[in-house]
């Protein structure tokens, strides 16, 4: 490791605490819910199927793109960035990464025009949407880059407040071009590029207080290159497979998809990913604080202290994700007729599906955390190319036309086989996680079975139970007071189960009992 301090002196102060800079990235995340709720209801219907199902091919294209040519740096400058803290010419090795890497997607673009390959890549999508989303899915990567320095340096807090910002001016402009009628593809895509480009500017000045950019735009002597090169490719080269069969894969099912299928289901499948999303905010929220945990702990050898981690913060971030999951997967008719209206109606089914990705998807996200942390990237990848594998034959039988020997299921099938890989994936990664940290496996293994199975069950009787005595009535209303008895419930079933969130009830009075202290109870 170069762990030689170059230049600039470092000025680390007293860090906010873990729980501290948590609680400001779930109230963004709350903030950008409650933002994403109000603009979801708008674009789907201001843009009608075919187009967005448009916008989110080119979109999730891009991001694919953007994932393969990372090839996983990002998350090892991070994990390095956050126990190196006072390495600054790391940061300056990065950037000049960031640099080449939007040539490279220039580059790619301008050999898909000349050659006439967007054709092929994008069938019958305009060049400047092509263009647009590019630009789209580079400035997303850069911001993401630049948070998670500010993650590193611990200075989340002012991030958070730099987002909530975004968010709300961001929302006032759609909700504005909407009542205008001037809400489209085009100025959907304009608006966010100009968004993207205030935050990676505020992220900028926010990195700037702690370590000055002017001094990290400099030449750097070869021989600190060359070591950083070898550092990186040490780190990265077992993921070059894995995200090249990731690209590869990736982007082929999105677009047997669109071959297939068309826009119209390319939209329904979007419209479904994008609300499953939503309940992944909580523990999106905590995976780059969690990692940068556990790479500081396992510089350090901790390893009693990063199973500590993991045993408190998996089964809780899972329930929360469950929550939200089983909630919208037995109200998905309610949730697509207020967000998409009517033209989504064949939505429902891949909403109800996708709506249970996400709480494996916290599986993935935070034990995945522990692999790139420990610096096991080859063992992440051979897990993750051999499920890829595993899913590709999965999407064509789901999705080609029973002509071509297929089910013809379209955004269904492919909502489906996302669910099912997930599962699959997340509970091999576990496996070995357990092992290494000396963790009882089975018992994660019997939370993931016992927690949906509770709240689905809860879900699903209250809203039977309204069904009989609120028919005919008002949609969001019915959704909304079937939230706040199905939240209660929840509440109840934690406090009499305190082990589905992963708390002893000792634990668990503990906290009770500091809050009643508190409130004055």
């Known amino acids: 490791m170069l762990k030689k301090e170059i230049g600039i002196k470092p000025n680390i102060g007293k860090e906010d605490s873990l729980k501290k800079r948590y609680a400001y990235k779930l109230f963004t995340n709350f903030w950008g819910m409650g933002m994403g709720m109000i603009t979801l209801g708008m674009t789907p219907r201001a843009l009608g199927p075919a187009m967005y199902g448009s916008y989110s091919f080119l979109t999730n294209f891009f991001s694919q793109l953007m994932n393969f040519f990372d090839v996983g740096t990002s998350t090892g400058f991070y994990s390095k960035i956050s126990y190196r803290q006072r390495e600054h010419s790391l940061i300056t090795f990065y950037f000049s990464f960031m640099f080449i890497l939007a040539l490279a997607v220039f580059l790619f673009l301008a050999a898909a025009f000349a050659t006439s390959l967007d054709k092929f890549l994008w069938p019958g999508q305009l060049r400047i949407f092509i263009l647009l989303a590019a630009c789209f899915g580079l400035f997303s990567w850069i911001s993401n880059v630049l948070n998670k320095i500010t993650d590193a340096y611990a200075l989340t807090i002012k991030a958070e407040m730099a987002k909530v910002v975004r968010l709300t001016i961001g929302t006032i402009f759609i909700v504005l071009l909407f009542s205008l009628s001037r809400l489209n593809i085009l100025t959907l895509f304009i608006l966010q590029l100009c968004i993207l480009l205030i935050i990676i500017i505020s992220f900028l000045l926010i990195i700037n207080r702690k370590v000055k950019i002017k001094d990290l735009i400099r030449p750097m002597p070869w021989q600190m290159v060359k070591g950083y090169i070898v550092e990186f490719y040490k780190y990265s080269h077992p993921l070059l497979a894995y995200a090249l069969v990731g690209l590869i894969i990736g982007l082929l099912d999105r677009w047997l998809l669109q071959v297939f299928a068309g826009s119209e289901q390319q939209g329904f499948y979007g419209l479904s990913y994008t609300i499953g999303s939503f309940c992944f905010m909580f523990t999106l929220a905590m995976q780059p604080l969690f990692m940068r945990e556990l790479s500081i702990l396992n510089g350090n050898r901790d390893y009693d202290k990063m199973a500590e981690l993991f045993r408190r913060y998996i089964p809780l971030f899972y329930f929360i994700a469950a929550y939200f999951s089983c909630f919208i997967a037995i109200n998905a008719g309610n949730v697509t007729s207020i967000i998409g209206g009517g033209k989504y109606g064949s939505a429902i089914l891949p909403i109800a599906i996708m709506a249970f990705y996400p709480m494996h998807q916290t599986y993935g996200q935070l034990s995945g955390s522990v692999y790139y942390a420990t610096e096991r990237t080859s063992l992440y990848r051979n897990i993750g190319i051999s499920m890829m594998f595993v899913g590709l034959p999965l999407t064509y039988i789901l999705i080609a036309p029973t002509a071509y020997l ?60 309204l069904g009989l005595f609120m028919t005919g009535g008002n949609i969001l209303f019915s959704f909304v007071i079937s939230g706040a008895i199905y939240t209660m419930f929840a509440a109840l079933a934690i406090y009499c189960f305190p082990m589905i969130i992963g708390m002893r009830r000792p634990e668990m009075m503990g906290i009770i009992n500091i809050a009643r202290k508190r409130s004055g109870v």
């Not at 492919?414 to 496996?441: C, D, G």
């Not at 293994?445 to 879900?459: D, E, F, M, W, Y």
């Open 406 to 465: 297929g089910l013809s299921m379209g955004a269904i099938g492919l909502a489906l086989k996302m669910v099912v890989l997930q599962l699959m994936a997340v509970n091999v990664q576990l496996y070995f996680n357990s092992k290494m940290l000396k963790l009882n496996y089975w018992k994660y293994v019997l939370h993931q079975l016992t927690v949906p199975t509770i709240l689905v069950l809860i879900a699903f009787i209250i809203r039977s139970s």
